[in-house]
DNA sequence: ATAAACTTTCAAAAATTCTTGGAAGTTTAT
DNA sequence: ATAAACTTCCAAGAATTTTTGAAAGTTTAT
């Protein structure tokens, strides 16, 4: 198999990946592209390569940014900015977590704290289980959020050996 | 605050914590009206309550069957299906869990395994380095893999005392 | 066999999300 | 100050996903 056809078929799959997580399909396509390329590359170079738009592409590396899997570089004697990959996987997965959590899991969390202060004074049957369920749910949140914190700051060969005590 | 103010929010909340986890709004907001109701309920209350068509929630309350996130149940003497939620927040984490991994994990899975076995012939720098990340990339998911294995055959309560014990 | 009660299907419409490309904005060099 | 080289913005268009609702399909009772 040629490497492009390898290439090919990892930003498709990246791309599909990508969509059923919440990101937009070219940006896992160039995330992916990037991912793939020891090097830096233009945003001409990612146009190119997926035949995007310039506006698009544009928009897709400063996300990419935003979300530090990627980082700005610059060529001495060269006004062109060029990109490359965080290629560490574990690095890629804190920041993915650390940006999904920042941006769905505290609303949420935030939005059950608030309707849990409101239901406190429940007295009927139904007002009752709306308040267990919100409790459930917020306790269930709580221990996400601390299992998350523990993935964010193990490190990367500490927590393969504490799973691997864990399932014995 | 009433309780109709409290579902409606709770409604709109898990709503738009589902459409950013790939599922539809109308079925995360199905699944959260069933989960504050304690009892069951037919097609036609949650077509009423939540202003939705026939078609739609008939297609949704399948779905969540098929995700095992709620239950048929029949009553004697009456021809209509009601629905009931599983209520068990870490029942309804395991099923969510289970289902994405069928789902997206698996083929993803099996892509990098297959891309893996076609570049094993590399010979220069960029094959070598489109070898080294998919391989990075495989043993990330394998890790992955072992650790939703815990947490689905992980005890409710062993689970919790497990990951405060590692952060101590 | 027929009707009534209920469920499922599916093609069209609506809503949402993503992409484009030209125009406006910046920065740097001269 | 001007031009050249890039970058960013954004409104319109394209693509995708979700929802609708009427029609077809099932099941049960009589």
Chains 1, 2 share one sequence.
Do not use: C
Not at 46 to 64: A, H, I, P
Not at 150 to 157: D, I, P, Q
């Amino acid at each position: 198999m040629k490497t492009e056809e390898i290439r090919q078929q990892f930003v498709q799959a990246w791309g599909v990946l990508g969509t059923s997580w919440g990101i937009s399909r070219s940006m896992a396509q160039v995330h992916a592209l990037l991912l793939l390329n020891k090097g830096e590359m233009s945003t001409e170079e990612v146009m190119e390569e997926l035949k995007l738009s310039r506006g698009n592409v544009n928009m897709v590396l400063r996300d990419l940014i935003g979300w530090n899997l990627i980082y700005k570089q610059t060529k001495p004697g060269d006004r062109k900015e060029y990109f490359i990959a965080e290629h560490d996987i574990w690095q890629i997965a804190v920041r993915v977590v650390t940006e999904r959590k920042k941006r769905e899991i505290m609303p949420a969390k935030q939005t059950v704290k608030m309707l849990m202060n409101n239901t406190s004074d429940a007295k009927d049957a139904d007002q009752l289980h709306v308040k267990h369920m919100l409790s459930e749910l917020n306790s269930f949140i709580e221990q996400m959020d601390t299992l998350s914190e523990l993935l964010l700051k193990a490190e990367k060969n500490a927590l393969l050996k504490n799973v691997l005590k864990l399932m014995s």
